[in-house]
């Protein structure tokens, strides 16, 4: 526990930020509440809960000085499990087909302002696993693993949001889960949506963390 205090201690500006951001999503999110009568967007609380449980894991992680493989491997998988949650929140963008809005702009800036906080995790919690994996892995296999991340993350994403398929389902429906994804391997071309929006996400988010990473080296 005490690890963890100072870890948090040490990455206090960055907690205070995300804190600041997360809040000021919220209060857009009640500005809209308010001026349309409507809660239609209250989901979007439940969904950035969601984000954050991979960067939790990975904060969590990353406190304990000295971690038995198995342990990570064992956190590295649920922490997968619940990665893709982080980026899902920009396709709640498609939400934006179905309304006849007064204030659409205010729409499109409360949906990207809970999508950027996700994004935001998303790269924060593939950092510190990234630390965390070089404990154990060389090179090599560590940018195999982290070039992984992106299509399985954006397939996550696909799963969740087109077959409507929760993080937690693995456990509770896992035999219709696998036999979906097996189906989507097998035939691919009865699933060309899938793989399109597996590839394009997955090069979005590749190129995003590399320019994240770039930002981070510059102001180290």
């Known amino acids: 526990m005490q690890a963890l205090k100072t870890l948090l201690f040490n990455r206090f500006k960055i907690v205070v930020m995300l804190i600041t951001s997360m809040a000021l999503s919220i209060i857009i999110l009640a500005l809209r509440m308010k001026l349309n009568h409507s809660f239609f967007f ?29 342990i990570l491997g064992f956190g ?12 899902y929140i920009l ?30 995790l998303f790269y924060l919690s593939i950092f510190d696993m990234e630390v965390l994996l070089k404990r154990v892995l060389n090179d ?10 992106f299509p399985l993350t954006s397939f996550g994403m696909y799963l969740g949001r087109f077959l409507r398929y929760n993080s937690w389902e693995i456990l509770q429906n896992p035999f219709a889960l696998f036999a979906d994804i097996f189906d989507i391997l097998v035939h691919p071309t009865d699933h060309l949506q899938a793989w399109v929006f597996t590839l394009t ?18 102001e180290n």
């Open 42 to 70: 209250l989901f979007l609380i439940w969904n950035l809960i969601l984000a954050l449980i991979p960067y939790l894991i990975t904060t969590y992680l990353s406190s304990k000085a000295h971690i038995n493989k198995w």
């Open 140 to 149: 090599r296999i560590l940018k195999y693993v982290l070039l992984s991340l």
């Open 91 to 120: 396709t709640d963008l498609l939400h934006l087909n179905a309304l006849e809005s007064r204030c659409i702009w205010l729409d499109v800036l409360v949906i990207t302002s809970f999508a950027c906080n996700g994004i935001l």
């Open 201 to 218: 996400f997955a090069a979005f988010l590749g190129v995003g963390y590399w320019i994240f990473k770039g930002f981070n080296t510059v």
């Open 76 to 87: 590295f998988c649920v922490w997968l499990l619940f990665l893709p949650n982080a980026p």
